[in-house]
């Protein structure tokens, strides 16, 4: 792997890697221990309709995902917030229709044929340097955003209903938060993926949330565990010419599997 780091792309895949794994262990430790891991999925697969608008118009990549993931997430987060009992039958349909929306306008965009597969399973290898540096500026104000509402955050994930007592403006909060998580899954896509963002998203706060105490922990372990999986992933896909994206999620699946099994032998 050492030698691997003379050339720029691996460089910049690293980098992409490790800041990739940072922001989704802040922001995955708040949509696991917050419930909305479906709504994740639904905002990671609505953003392909995002990719089919930005090549269909010639738009930059980050532009036309971002917005329209924005605005997919906003109107999934005002759906569970006001018909909870069929959030996941509207998610589920903005999914399917945005992925189709994808599509269809990559089919028709004149002279270009995109490779689906690498936003379907990442492409870590091609991540430029100037995306390092949104990524950078990304990770930082979310980052920001985190520090600064930590407490509302807290209370907000752990008991709605206190939060609300206590003057925390829940609903704000919430659509901040799936707005941070809409931009999130943007910038990790790049790295591996649509189809495997949810698991970099949820398993690193999965394996680590049973070990910590707080929120905080759970953050830094999630990011530091993500950053493992992202070293291991890349490794390997040198090492046996392996898709990178699949690899990363490959041992992070691992690794949960193994999790799953050291807590069923400590029971037994």
Known sequence: MIEALHFEFMRNALMAGLLASIICGIMGTLVVV??????????AHAAYGGIGIAFYFGWPYLVG????????????????????HRADTIIGVIWAVGMACGIILIDLTPGYNVDLMSYLFGSILTVPA?????????????????????????????????????????????????????????????????ILVIALLTIPPFIVERHTRSLFQMMIGSSLLGAVFTVSGLWLSYAFDLT????IIMVAGIAFFLSLLIERLRIF
Do not use: C
């Open 34 to 43: 917050n419930r909305i891991v479906f709504l994740s999925g639904g905002i």
């Open 65 to 84: 995902t971002i917005g329209f993931s924005m605005v997919a997430a906003m109107v999934m987060a005002a759906v569970s917030l006001h018909s909870k």
């Open 244 to 247: 990178s994206g699949a690899s």
């Open 130 to 194: 100037s995306d390092l540096w949104i990524m950078l500026a990304v990770g930082i104000v979310i980052t920001g955003l985190v520090v600064f509402y930590y407490q509302d955050l807290l209370a907000m994930s752990y008991d709605e209903e206190f939060a609300r007592i206590r003057g925390v403006p829940v609903r704000a909060l919430y659509f901040l938060l799936i707005g941070m998580l809409a931009v999130t899954v943007v910038m990790v896509i790049q790295v591996v993926g649509l």
